[in-house]
């Protein structure tokens, strides 16, 4: 397995100007990124899931320690891409105007990108809506067109934010079963936070439970084997759930006797 | 079938948006305007005040259309068109990348925002004495005050919109590797845009204010002119087709302040909600 992605010793101390207090997001945290995976990170709101999700991204930056890709990133390569819950796409451009952005970004001439961006709207299997305005669409539309944007890219690691916890559940269904054949056919490094203990033993491959304030990496659970489709009332998956489910009610139970405390 | 052809029909008849409306349709949006007038015509013709104070709608309508013979009436709407468009836009022009930079640079903030917040309620007409002074009689006193008065009420809108633009957008612009020249003109610009048109359809009955009462306070022609000699010659018909003429280029400027914004905005929601 290639490592691509080195986080060592990580920390993350934000400070709250209203109270003047230093919180501990993240405490210390390694991970490695391995080429091609499907890495889960489950925990409990506050636990700093989202925290590490965006130094991945460069869009904030480690108090201490740090990250390291073994690739370089340059003008034309973008090493991450972000897929937010809210979808953040540009209501002025059409789906494929939204798709073709980072390709415009990157200079690209106008008809190679617009087939470029055609590829990755028939991968989210969007051909037809592309002239539409995201107001347009659906959700799960809107879903699929963030994710052929990022796509579009061509990033090592497309992160995503808790993409699907804003839809409705017969959607994120379907949304599931296409990501991860999405993520067999592109073969991308897909780091996917979530709260959600089914999602993350439907789709992962490695599941990274985090514990609450300060979030610190508790236990990696390699998921791999365990054949897809899968399914949360097959016998493996079912147990998985369960030492998940008790990971997190220990890590709630403690958050919130810490607040009482308080 | 029958019943959708006939709502396909309605359907392609309000979204077009350039055709003419139906007389039917302009009666049921205008009726309170239309009942306004039939009273007012009422009222003039039972002789209840004398024509001097209140003349009727036709010999007003009369007024307008032997003005308009005349030349001068169509000149002096001419010219304060001409001042208050010249001022919305030169005000358009200088208040949108203000509103943008105080919102994204902190020393223009800090320069600009104490500036906006005495200037915006202070009314701009009674600096008319000094620009008169400075700049004369004609045009320019009208057409600087006026761009004045319109510069703040888009500055402050801009400058809230630019604020208020989706920092996920941002954030996933950012992420796309976008050069913060192109995070400007490509995400935060279009972004800012409908706050932009609330601002500008602010300004534009402001900068129609404003001429119109320097033009009457001072002269050099224009609407508010033509009613002020009006009334030095005991015309009050022509006064009053001042006035009609007056609401109707405010109404019309309005009118295509909207379609242009529905045409700018084609992609937002609001514009996509009205076609439907």
Known sequence: MENICAIRNLTKVFFVERTGEYVHALDRIDLDLNRSEFLILLGPSGCGKSTLLFMLSGLDHPTSGEITFTEKSHDNKRLTCTVFQEYALFPWRTVIDNVAFGPEMRRVRKRARYREAERYIELVNLTGFETRFPNELSGGMRQRVALARALANDPEVILFDEPLAALDAQTRRVLQTELVSIWSKTKKTFVYVTHSLEEAVLLGERIVLMSSRPGRVKEIIDIADIPRPRSTTNEREVKVLAMLAEHIAAEVDKSMRREREL | ?276
């Open chain 2, 1 to 276: 079938m029958a019943v959708s052809d006939t709502q396909a029909v309605a359907a392609t008849g309000r979204s077009g948006g350039l055709a003419v409306p139906s007389p039917l349709v302009i009666l049921k949006k205008y009726y309170s305007v239309l009942l306004l007038i039939i009273v007012w015509e009422v009222v003039a013709r039972l002789n209840l005040v004398t024509p001097f104070l209140l003349p009727s709608v036709s010999s007003i309508l009369k007024g307008v259309y032997k003005a308009t013979l005349e030349a001068d009436l169509i000149r002096d709407t001419a010219l304060t068109t001409y001042r208050a468009l010249l001022s919305f836009c030169v005000a358009l022009v200088i208040a949108v990348p203000i509103g943008i930079s105080m919102a994204r640079i902190r020393v223009i903030h800090w320069f600009f925002d104490p500036i906006v917040s005495i200037g915006f309620p202070t009314p701009k007409i009674s600096f008319l004495p000094i620009f008169i002074l400075w700049f004369g009689l004609f045009d320019r006193p009208k057409i600087f005050l006026a761009t004045l008065a319109c510069t703040f009420p888009i500055v402050t809108a801009t400058y809230l919109g630019t604020m208020g633009v989706d920092k996920y957008l941002l954030w996933s612009a950012r992420n796309m590797g976008t050069s913060e020249n192109s995070l400007l003109r490509k995400v935060i610009f279009p972004a800012t845009l409908p706050q932009v048109l609330n601002g500008a359809q602010i300004a534009m009955p402001i900068s129609i204010i404003v001429v119109i009462v320097s033009e009457m306070l001072m002269g050099g022609g224009g609407l508010g002119n033509y009613i002020m000699v009006a009334q030095r010659f005991a015309d009050s018909v022509s006064v009053f087709a001042g006035l009609l003429v007056i609401s109707v280029l405010g109404y019309l400027l309005q009118k295509i302040l909207e379609k242009v914004r529905a045409l700018v905005l084609h992609w937002h929601e609001e514009t996509q909600h009205e076609s439907k």
